[in-house]
C-alpha cells in the first residue's frame, strides 16, 4: 500500500466459521423465495463497530492507538445470532439481517467508548445509535426493495443457541470488486492483551 493512497476501511468482528455456515445455511433456504435481493458472500460477513471509508496510513496509526488503548483489559464478549430485521424495517427492508445478543451491552459499551475516542482522529461520532446486526443481504437496486421476507422470519426460529465469543477487533481494508467488496484484515486488536 502507497502511504500517500487512500484506502477503504472499517473495524468490525470477524465471525467464526460455524457462524458463516449457519447463515450460508439460512440463505441457501430461503433463496428462491426471497427478490430484489444481492447476497453478502460468506467470507463478508462480520459484525461492523465503525465505518472510516477511504482513509490514510496516518488515520491507520491513530485508529490503531484508539482501539488498542480501549481492549485493553476487556475479556472476551459472548454473543449470540438472533432472529432477522431489516433496514429500514422488515414491512419493506432494503436490507435483512440476523440480530445479535448476549453480552450486549458490554459490546455496545466497547463500541460507544471507541466512537467516543476517535474523534481525537478526526472521526465524528455516529448520529445513529448502534445496533449490532450481521446482514445477510441488500436490495439489488439503490432505493429498492426486497420481497418474500416473511420465508426468511420461517427459516430461521429460535436463532438463541449459535453462540459465539469476541477475542478480537479487526481493522479490514474493503476493496470493491465486480463480483463484491473484498475484505482483506490490515490489524488485529485482541482484547484483554496488555
Known amino acids: 500500500m502507497n502511504d500517500s493512497d487512500p484506502v477503504r476501511t472499517f473495524l468490525a468482528i470477524e465471525l467464526p466459521p460455524y457462524i458463516k455456515d449457519l447463515t450460508e445455511d439460512i440463505k441457501k433456504r430461503v433463496m428462491p423465495a ?7 458472500r460468506p467470507e463478508g460477513s462480520h459484525i461492523t463497530l465503525k465505518f472510516f471509508g477511504d482513509i490514510f496510513r496516518d488515520n491507520m496509526i491513530c485508529i490503531s ?24 424495517s422488515l414491512k419493506k427492508p432494503r436490507v435483512v439481517w440476523l ?15 471507541i466512537d467516543r475516542d476517535l474523534k481525537e482522529c478526526g472521526f465524528p461520532g455516529e448520529n445513529r445509535p448502534f445496533k449490532p446486526h450481521l446482514t445477510l443481504g441488500r436490495a439489488r437496486r439503490r432505493g429498492g426493495t ?4 416473511e420465508h426468511l422470519m420461517q427459516a430461521t426460529g429460535d436463532m438463541g443457541t449459535h453462540r459465539f465469543d469476541v477475542r478480537e477487533l479487526i481493522l479490514f481494508k474493503s476493496k470493491l470488486e465486480p463480483g ?12 484483554g492483551e496488555g
Open 34 to 40: 426471497l427478490k430484489g435481493i444481492r447476497w453478502i
Open 146 to 149: 426486497i420481497y418474500g421476507v
Open 180 to 191: 463484491g467488496a473484498v475484505y482483506t484484515p490490515l490489524s488485529r486488536f485482541p482484547l
Open 65 to 88: 492507538e484508539v482501539v488498542e488503548k480501549n481492549v485493553r483489559g476487556i475479556a472476551p464478549i459472548t454473543l449470540d445470532v438472533r432472529s432477522p430485521g431489516g433496514f429500514p
Open 99 to 113: 440480530g445479535i445478543g448476549g453480552e450486549i451491552q458490554r459490546l455496545e459499551a466497547l463500541q460507544a467508548t
